[in-house]
Each structure stands twice: as C-alpha cells, then as structure tokens.
C-alpha cells in the first residue's frame, strides 16, 4: 500500500489518498508494515473547491506527521516529499535526515 498525503492534490494511481493527518495515522494503525510508500505534502487544511494551487493553512502540517512517524517507527521503504512548499519540504526532509531515515524531495508536477 502507498499512502498520497495531500489535502486537495488528488493522488497518482494505485495509491491511497490520506488527506490529513489522522487520516494518514489512521491507515498506519490499520494496515502497518503493509504501507510499503509515501508522498507527503507540508502545508494542509485547504479544501478541494480552493483548486489545486491552494495553500493551506492548517496548523496541522506534514511535519508534524514526519515527527510522528520517527517517533512511532512507521517509517515505509519508500519516503517521498512532494510539497510545493520549499522551506516546509526541507524541514520535513532534515528531520527525517537527523533521524537516520533516507527521504527524497521530488516537486509535485500537475
């Protein structure tokens, strides 16, 4: 399974499309060491009808979600950052750096 962390951006084929962070624990805690990938994106809380190009403005964030997961060791083969949001993007990728955890920041394309 390949989770798509994104608050509007709808996700590539064959992945599951985890809008939040709860959303994104929630299928950890569901499927566990079945997660083999993930795409995460920084800034959330924009809703689809804003368009793609949205910010969000939730004080809920991808790096929040990165720290998360360090902490609870769900940490799949595969750790993407796609965010359009480049300070965000290289915060989430240091931390999982700092955490011995290889990440690669891949800008999303429309």
């Given amino acids: 399974m390949k989770i798509w962390h994104d608050d509007v951006r709808p996700p590539p084929e064959d992945w599951v499309w985890a809008k939040n ?6 299928i ?3 499927y566990g060491d079945e997660v ?5 994106d920084h800034d959330l809380g924009a809703k689809p009808e804003d368009g793609l190009y949205a910010r969000g ?8 979600l990165v720290d998360w997961m360090i902490e609870t060791g769900n940490l799949p083969a595969e750790i993407i950052i796609h ?28």
Avoid: C, T
């Fill in 21 to 26: 962070n709860d959303e994104a624990k929630d």
């Fill in 28 to 30: 950890f805690a569901v």
């Fill in 36 to 40: 083999v990938a993930i795409s995460l």
């Fill in 57 to 64: 403005l939730s004080e809920d964030n991808g790096l929040k």
């Fill in 83 to 110: 965010s359009w949001n480049p300070v965000g993007a290289q915060r989430m990728w240091a931390a999982f750096y700092y955490a011995g955890v290889p990440a690669l920041v891949e800008p999303y394309r429309v």
